[in-house]
């Protein structure tokens, strides 16, 4: 199934409108009315008020072309606001019917439109509230209205009674095609969301799996040249003494080596660690320890804490703890002068952001960051060189979607942006809700496969 913060963003696009869909709605009802007013008053010469119906038209009109230079074409509007259009949708139609005769206009149905599209999209009491809003206006509408249109110098008066009965069916209607439309919906939505979460789950583990492979044979292989490439180093070190010029490059390589044995060890060991004296980390410590093997270059790192009440604690988790390295490794190799990490939490919330001052992401890579095989920021990197000179930071893009996977496991959501001017570089921030950062670690050896 989804993890928690996708099901939720999927459950908030699912009861969100485009803005072009609202846009392309109104055009019809704009075109449908100015033709039914014009048919009226010219083709069948009925008398009516027309300057005023068309002045209520052209007012959906520019709201029409309002909406289109204010949000984009794919602008998905939050549920407020899309009540808010189909709201003056209702009072709109509701003012053409009170110039044209109210309740006795055929065309008094058309004040379902807008609440069956709410059904369809927006949370039920939206829809309730709308509902509401066009039953007050019909009731309205039923006693206060112009003359309907008729033939000059004759009047059509229905009775009461037949009025009545409009009425009623109207707010048949709005109930019942309501409540038809939401559950239709709803359906609908919830088999998107189960195809949608079914395509996610294969498509991570079949990577995943792929993956699984690659880093324990890479452990295999690597294993015995690692192990020359330490022994070249020692004897290196030896025959050149502690003053030799290559001293403080021998010693770094003699690091970078260790740091490499480690790696391989964190791939082969994911989920197998078990529960100790230390299977529990403060949210500082969880940061100082992916944050440790990166102080060695030549970017430094400062870390901020704001928190509201008792620091969070969570377990031990190696699929987070690589993620988060990696991600910090990330920042470090991009940053052009330092990397800042920034912990906050309150009774409700943990996120931890991690900002570098380098090129940050381009907009192409931004939209697809943590699929597999999405890579670079910004081209080449800026700043001191901290790897080797040789190093490609390109690489194959599959760290940020492993770290990605792997945090997600944890609950958490993860936001990649890049920071405002005069900051720029790259931010990525990192939010847990709190009950789920401090519950029991779920990681276990799937995670890789």
């Keep these: 199934m989804l993890a928690e913060p996708d099901r ?94 109210g309740l006795q206009n055929p065309f008094s149905i058309l004040v379902l439109a807008p609440v069956m599209i709410s059904a369809t999209a ?170 440790g093997p990166q102080r060695g270059f030549e970017v430094p790192i400062t870390i901020t804490r704001d928190g509201d009440g008792p620091e969070p604690v969570t377990a031990r988790n190696p699929g987070l703890i690589y993620g988060l390295g990696n991600i910090i490794d990330n920042a470090v190799d991009f940053a052009g002068s330092h990397v800042h990490i920034e912990a906050r939490w309150n009774a409700s919330a943990v996120t931890l952001v991690v900002q570098d001052d380098g090129p940050g992401f381009p907009p192409d890579v931004m939209l697809r960051l943590g699929e597999p095989y999405v890579t670079t920021r910004g081209g080449d990197r800026r700043g001191t060189v901290r790897r080797s000179s040789d190093d490609n930071a390109d690489g194959h893009g599959l760290g940020v979607f492993i770290a990605k996977t792997l945090i997600e496991r944890t609950g958490a959501q993860i936001t990649w942006t890049n920071a405002p001017a005069p900051a720029n570089g790259a931010r990525v921030e990192v939010t847990w809700q709190r009950g789920a950062f401090e519950q029991p670690a779920q990681f276990t050896s799937s995670a890789l496969g």
């Design 122 to 291: 927006l949370p039920p009491w939206r829809t309730l509230m709308l509902g509401l809003f066009a039953t007050a206006l019909t009731t309205v509408l039923a006693f206060h209205h112009l003359p309907l249109p008729w033939l000059p110098g004759e009047s059509l008066v229905l009775p009461l009674t037949y009025i009545t009965g409009i009425w009623c069916a109207i707010q048949l209607g709005l109930g019942f095609t309501g409540v038809y439309a939401w559950r239709v919906a709803k359906e609908a939505r919830q088999l998107a969301n189960a195809l949608s979460a079914t395509e996610l789950v294969l498509e991570r583990e079949q990577h995943l799996s792929q993956l699984d492979g690659l880093a324990a044979a890479a452990a295999h292989e690597l294993g015995t040249p690692l192990a020359t490439i330490a022994l070249v180093v020692r004897e290196l070190d030896r025959a050149a003494g502690p003053d030799h010029p290559m001293a403080d490059d021998l010693a770094l390589l003699r690091e970078q080596v260790g740091r490499c044995r480690e790696i391989l060890a964190k791939l082969t060991s994911l989920g197998s660690d078990g529960a100790g004296p230390l299977d529990r980390l403060t949210l500082s410590h969880l940061i100082e320890e992916v944050a």
């Design 8 to 101: 939720i963003e999927a459950d908030r696009n699912a009861h969100r409108l485009r803005v072009d869909t609202l846009v392309r709605l109104r055009w019809l009802a704009v075109i449908g009315q100015s033709a039914t007013v014009a048919g009226v008053h010219f083709a069948l010469g009925f008398p009516l008020p027309f300057t005023a119906c068309f002045t209520v038209v052209a007012c959906s009109a520019l709201l029409n072309i309002g909406l289109r230079i204010r949000y984009p074409v794919s602008k998905r509007v939050d549920p407020g606001l899309a009540a808010l259009i189909l709201g003056y949708d209702i009072l709109q139609l509701s003012v053409l019917l009170f110039l044209t005769g």
